[in-house]
Structure formats: C-alpha cells, structure tokens
C-alpha cells in the first residue's frame, strides 16, 4: 500500500524559510515523478514543484511564482523515498495547504495534477505578513 505523508508545515513570519518532507512508502519510486501542489483557501489546487528521475537522470520543474524562491529535492533511504521542499522568502501569498504527489516513470508535462494517482494528506503554511 502506497502511502504518502507529510511534515515540516507550520507558521512562519513573511521573509522566513520552511522545509517541508514527504515521506514515499509502499513502492521503490526510483523511477518516479514527485511534486507539490498547494491549495490556498477559496482557490484550485495548483502546481508549485516537480522532481522526475527515470534510471539514468533527473529534472526539476518550478511554477513561475517559486522559481528562485523554493527548492525541490529527494533522497532515499531504508526504501522509503523523501520529498523535500525548501521554501525561502516566503509570502503571504504562499500560504496555503501543501500536498506530496506522486506517480511511478517519468511524465511530461509534471504540472497537471490529473498525472498523479498518489497523494498526501497536506500540511498547512501559514505565511504571516
């Protein structure tokens, strides 16, 4: 059973940095796209990072509104996969629910949540200004 859970949201002062994991259990995902949406209250859940490997290499995709600002990375260990996202020079307009995705192989474009059949259960950022 894939089972996708995350950690590290909380409150934060604007200008401040946040990391948030995602821990992948229940499949290898060693060739596996993995990504962030985020949804703010009253909006659509929207794209903010994706990590695709396949066997051999690795890209990373950033929605225009975190390039610069956010980092998506992953590493593995006792056969869980981690997601991580480091967020600096957060806004106010980051806050939102925060939710780990992912799919086994590599997809192009990553940005359409329609291409994600696993999800976490989300984790609050709460931006202050």
């Known amino acids: 059973q894939v089972q996708l859970l995350e950690s590290g949201g909380g409150l934060v002062q604007a200008g401040g940095s946040l990391t948030l994991s995602c821990a992948a259990s229940g499949r290898t995902f060693r060739s596996s796209t993995m990504a962030w949406f985020r949804q703010a209250p009253g909006k659509e859940r929207e794209f903010v990072a994706a990590s695709s490997r396949d066997w051999s290499s690795g890209t990373t995709t950033y929605a225009d509104s975190v390039k610069g600002r956010f980092t998506i990375s992953r590493d593995n260990a006792n056969n869980t996969m981690y997601l991580h996202l480091q967020m600096n020079s957060l806004k106010a307009e980051d806050t939102a629910v925060y939710y780990c995705?992912?799919?086994?192989?590599?997809?192009?474009?990553?940005?359409?949540?329609?291409?994600?059949?696993?999800w976490g259960q989300g984790t609050q950022v709460t931006v202050s200004s």
């Open positions: 995705a992912a799919r086994e192989g590599v997809v192009r474009p990553p940005t359409p949540s329609s291409m994600y059949n696993f």
